[in-house]
């Protein structure tokens, strides 16, 4: 590939259709939620009607790949999306973008036996919501170490059922519209059929089962409940409360993975998602910057010039910009090189976790630069300072913690003998 930065007509009809979409779909839907008090439950029902309309947009459509009947595009179409509406409004943003999630690993491991559970995702109508079931209220972090507990959620075989229990928690979406269970749920789930044999891994165990509302209505009362709603500084529209599952018998059909394939496939999935973390950091870096060159053009503090013309000011806004463009860059090649190459999967992944670490915390800087750029205005919540900062905050720590789970990975990587440093730029090194 020349390197080339042009968005292509279709990126750049991407781009249009975005800032259109975030505009006049997503903006007006913050005016509903914040009506509600801070991290009331009613916040995310409140966005119903918008994700509805982000539906019949096409939205949830185009994030199931083509292989499954989808319009899904690239992931750098996906990357310019996420950038897009999450300079504009990441919370409602958030609900739509982990209904892909939750999608995901469908697109990566879906047989024809699980068409139908795609279909409502498909059809373009409603507000289907779907959830990528993954974390437990005890930390995720070190679910894969040998030795250590697993996944706290099980699945046991009873003849042509499985039965799940245990406690999730943060999965966004995953209690639905009206708190009883969303409409799809990946949830990621430890294999206690027979105990783990001398020889295997824990990931050994690691499954993935599909969970529809219609199971958990069919289960009946206490099936499915929600333990807590949980407060955030962040994403205040969004839901993802620490829920609990009771001998909830789902039919063999429901197997997405089978033990010992799951942890690839959700670890697969959150290669995907951290590209995107990548894309939000970038939107935020945007926001802010715009937000504070616009304080710094009109205001001048009771000076006889402009902001902007300070210098110290403008040095803190030039790094946010150089940082900004900086993550883009990243992100875009980690989204190109995860389906294009060159390098193996390691070295594409190496790149994609890069992405997630990276612009995550390069957001949070740039949001506490542009803060003391802006000084004590910044602080008065009618700016949209603060709100930036409580958006930014999240993103090292979600879609698995930089330190915990993210940079363990990076680490991981450069520990295999097989560890090629720039392949995913210039392709697997030779031995001359
Ligand atoms: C808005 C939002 C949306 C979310 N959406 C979803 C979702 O859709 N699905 C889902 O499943 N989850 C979701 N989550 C949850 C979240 O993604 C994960 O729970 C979180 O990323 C877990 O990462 P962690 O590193 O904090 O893990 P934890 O296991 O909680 O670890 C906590 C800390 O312990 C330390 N630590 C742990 N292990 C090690 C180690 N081996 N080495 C060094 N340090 C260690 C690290 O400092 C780490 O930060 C969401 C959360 C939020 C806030």
Not at 126 to 147: H, I, Q, R, T, Y
Not at 167 to 182: H, I, L, Q, R, V
Not at 289 to 294: G, K, V
Not at 295 to 300: E, M, P, S, T, V
Request: charge should be negative; charged fraction near 20%.
């Amino acid at each position: 590939m020349p390197i080339d930065f042009h968005l292509s007509p279709s990126q750049a009809g991407t781009h249009q259709a975005a800032r259109s979409l975030a505009r006049n779909l997503l903006l007006p839907s913050r005016q509903t939620y914040l009506q509600h008090p801070p991290n009331s439950p009613l916040r995310f029902q409140s966005t119903q009607p918008t994700y509805a309309a982000a539906v019949s947009a096409g939205l949830l459509k185009g994030q199931v790949s083509p292989a499954h009947g989808g319009t899904g595009g690239t992931l750098i179409e996906s990357a310019i999306l996420v950038e897009e509406c999450y300079s504009v409004e990441p919370s409602t943003a958030l609900t739509i973008f982990a209904t892909g999630l939750g999608l995901t690993p469908l697109n990566l491991a879906a047989g024809p036996q699980h068409v139908e559970f795609l279909a409502p995702f498909l059809s373009g109508e409603g507000s289907p919501l779907a959830s990528l079931v993954f974390s437990e209220p005890g930390g995720v972090a070190n679910a894969l170490e040998k030795g250590a507990k697993g996944f706290q959620t099980t699945a046991r075989q009873e003849g042509d059922e499985w039965v799940i229990n245990g406690e999730k928690m943060w999965a966004t979406n995953c209690a639905g519209w009206d708190f009883k269970g969303c409409d799809l749920a990946c949830v990621v789930c430890r294999d206690v059929t027979t105990p783990l044999e001398e020889g295997q891994e824990p990931q050994d165990k690691v499954m993935i089962i599909l969970v529809t509302r219609a199971d958990l209505d069919r289960n009946g009362e206490g099936s499915f409940e929600v333990l807590r709603h949980i407060a955030t500084p962040g994403h205040t529209s969004v839901s993802g409360p620490h829920v609990r599952y009771a001998n909830v018998r789902v039919p063999a059909k429901n197997v997405l993975c089978p033990p010992g394939q799951g942890a690839q496939v959700a670890f697969g999935s959150f290669d995907g998602s951290a590209v995107l973390v990548g894309a939000m950091g970038v939107g935020l870096m945007r926001a802010a910057f715009d937000a504070a060159i616009a304080f710094a053009k009109r205001d001048d503090r009771g000076g006889a010039v402009p902001l902007l013309e300070r210098q110290a000011f403008a040095d803190l806004l030039s790094g946010v910009k150089m940082q900004t463009e900086a993550a883009r860059a990243l992100t875009w090649k980690a989204a190109h090189a995860m389906e294009n190459g060159p390098g193996d999967y390691d070295a594409r992944r190496e790149l994609a976790l890069a992405a997630k670490v990276f612009c995550s915390e390069a957001a949070v800087k740039a949001c506490t630069d542009v803060i003391n750029a802006v000084g004590i205005t910044a602080y008065d919540l009618d700016q949209p300072f603060s709100d930036l900062l409580n958006t930014a905050v999240v993103l090292p720590i979600f879609d698995g913690g930089n330190v915990g789970i993210r940079r363990r990975h990076l680490q991981q990587l450069m520990l295999k003998p097989t560890y090629d440093a720039w392949a995913a730029t210039y392709g697997p090194s030779t031995s001359e």
